[in-house]
């Protein structure tokens, strides 16, 4: 059996029917850097069709354009940024975020790290993590051309965080993932089980580092780019029964998040967790954490 046939079949057994995929370009409002401009309208005239992306407040597809929209004057000065609709959600689900001290644990390009700060009105302070010094090269030229004044990014493993003795209000987990098929046209010929069995084992250090350095009343979005469940909701189930946290309910583009997987029954609270399926945008997972005793 192929790769492909093999989670094609994995997917059929979660409930879902495989189609093919083509996913438009979306870009994201920076309103802190806009002040009153009207982006919409100012693209407009320079020939940038967009549609509203219906589940997110500053996101636009873009349905049509002659050039780059990463190449002219309103990107380079930070009035927007060039972000997948899905991977927009994530930063939208704290409960609160000026002022607050917030850990990105894998912050590298940065798209992420921009709508913090800008959901955070440039307030309080972002920690943001990666470990290849390339990544955090282009991750400061994200935030030097969006006007970002509260970030502080350090070449660190996130599994070694806490080493600054910082306990956090708020956590961004993006974590490193499988990926899925909807953004890699060859994402089938080179996965296997063993590659997501091995990442889900960093996930799981990864939530296990930044639960240690949540505040009590703290909270974790975790989320993924990989329709593995064994990176998602398996993960989301050992996070529950080992690190005594909870999932808290959030209202978002997606599915309700699988509670048997394969025949194996989870916790009940997995189902707070968002599935995206690939159709308008590419596949994601995404859960809100809370220690249990918080």
């Excluded at 929209?69 to 940024?81: D, K, P």
């Excluded at 469940?229 to 309700?256: F, H, M, Q, S």
Aim: charged share 30%.
């Amino acid at each position: 059996m192929s790769g492909r046939e093999h989670f094609l079949r994995r997917y059929e057994e979660l409930g879902w029917e495989f189609r093919e995929v083509k996913l438009k370009q979306s870009i994201r409002i920076n309103t802190s850097n806009v002040r009153g401009k009207n982006i919409v309208e100012r693209l407009a005239a320079r020939g940038i069709e967009l549609e509203k992306v219906p589940f997110l407040e500053t996101a636009y597809w873009v349905l049509r354009s002659d050039f780059s929209v990463g190449a002219i004057s309103e990107y380079l000065l930070g009035l927007y940024s060039i972000q997948e609709a899905a991977s927009q959600i994530p930063a939208t689900l704290f409960s609160d975020l000026q002022g607050k001290l917030v850990l990105d644990g894998c912050a590298a390009p940065g798209s992420k790290t921009v709508q913090l700060a800008d959901l955070m009105r440039n307030t309080g302070l972002i920690v943001a993590l990666d470990t290849r010094r390339q990544r955090l090269r282009a991750l400061a030229n994200h935030l030097e051309r969006c006007h970002v004044e509260n970030t502080l990014a350090l070449k660190m493993d996130v599994k070694r965080t806490a080493q600054l003795g910082i306990k956090f209000d708020r956590i961004l987990l993006d974590v490193p993932c499988s990926g899925n098929f909807a953004t890699d046209p060859n994402w089938f010929k080179k996965r296997t089980l063993e590659d997501v069995e091995k990442n889900a084992k960093l996930q799981r250090g990864i939530l296990k580092e930044a639960t240690d350095v949540l505040k009590e009343d703290g909270e974790i979005i975790y989320s993924t780019c990989s329709l593995e469940p064994e990176e998602d909701e398996l993960n989301v189930d050992w996070a529950i029964k080992t690190l005594d946290l909870k999932t808290e309910k959030i209202d978002c583009y997606g599915e309700r998040a699988l509670a048997n997987v394969f025949g194996a029954q989870l916790d009940r609270n997995v189902e707070n967790c968002r599935r995206i399926w690939p159709s308008q945008t590419q596949g994601f997972f995404i859960c809100k954490l809370k220690k249990r005793s918080g």
